[in-house]
């Protein structure tokens, strides 16, 4: 497992008071997320993705268990979904094949 680092501020890259707020919803998101899959999934197999896109980020959770295909049937995610969008972020959720969940 790798460990995510950000740099100390007054280093020479310090995180800025917005860019701390962005990491610590994705921390929050991802947590959430895995929380999820492990209480109504009933996956064997879990994948977190973080992917850096310039000033965004990709976060891709994926898991071969049962679950549901929108945001709206899925009333257990709308805190991360409401978390995102509090710092202008967006959240999908899409199935790969009939039942599992992306």
Do not use: C
């Not at 790798?2 to 994705?26: C, D, Y």
């Not at 896109?53 to 891709?60: H, K, P, S, T, W």
């Amino acid at each position: 497992m790798r460990r995510l680092q950000t740099p100390r501020a007054g280093g020479s890259e310090a995180v800025t008071a917005e860019a701390r707020t962005s990491l610590n919803a994705a921390y929050f998101v991802i947590a959430e997320a895995l929380a999820n899959v492990e209480k109504h999934s009933q996956a064997t197999h879990t994948a977190v993705e973080v992917r850096s896109l310039g000033a965004l980020a990709l976060i891709n959770v994926t898991d071969n268990g049962g679950g549901w295909a929108s945001l709206a049937a899925a009333p257990g995610l709308a805190g991360p979904a409401g978390r995102l969008r509090g710092v202008d972020g967006t959240m999908t959720v899409s199935l790969r094949s009939a039942d599992r969940p992306r």
